[in-house]
């Protein structure tokens, strides 16, 4: 008896329901909260990433004419093209993939898990835990 009121079982019952319910609310709140403002950064990143790489794709593609066409005069065999087609393909496959393993290293470092939900659900089980605990 706790100052001379004590609470049903039903009471109790419908009391814990209720506080779970804020507290599964408020933590899908922060998570989605969360998740809104990366997501609203990748949704003004990705077009202009798009026009980027097609207006890249476009230049590099003259670009390696232009190489082609430079080192093929170079050569003034037969096999001149041939030989600048495998240059250049030489360079940017090097070139290309040095490139590719930046972007994945960074890439890798980038996390998109909601990391203060994640926080906050951990700081949770740790105060449930020794709730139930000092309860027993």
Do not use: C, H
């Not at 039903?10 to 609310?25: C, G, I, Q, R, S």
């Not at 998740?35 to 097609?54: C, D, N, T």
């Not at 290293?105 to 700081?123: A, F, N």
């Amino acid at each position: 008896m706790t100052n001379g009121y004590t609470k049903s079982l039903p009471e109790v019952v419908n009391d814990l329901k209720a506080e779970f319910k804020d507290f599964v609310a408020t933590r899908l709140a922060m998570l989605r909260s969360e998740m809104s403002a990366k997501l609203s950064a990748l949704k003004e990143a990705v077009p202009a990433l798009i026009a980027g790489f097609a207006l890249l794709w476009i230049g590099g593609l003259l670009f390696t004419g232009f190489l082609v066409t430079v080192i093929a005069m170079a050569f003034s065999t037969a096999w001149g093209w041939a030989w600048a087609f495998l240059i250049v393909a030489a360079a940017y496959l090097l070139l290309g993939g040095m490139l590719a393993a930046a972007g994945l290293g960074k890439l890798k470092k980038t996390k998109l898990v909601p990391e203060r939900t994640l926080r906050v659900l951990k700081q949770d089980e740790v105060w449930l835990r020794t709730e139930a605990r000092t309860q027993i």
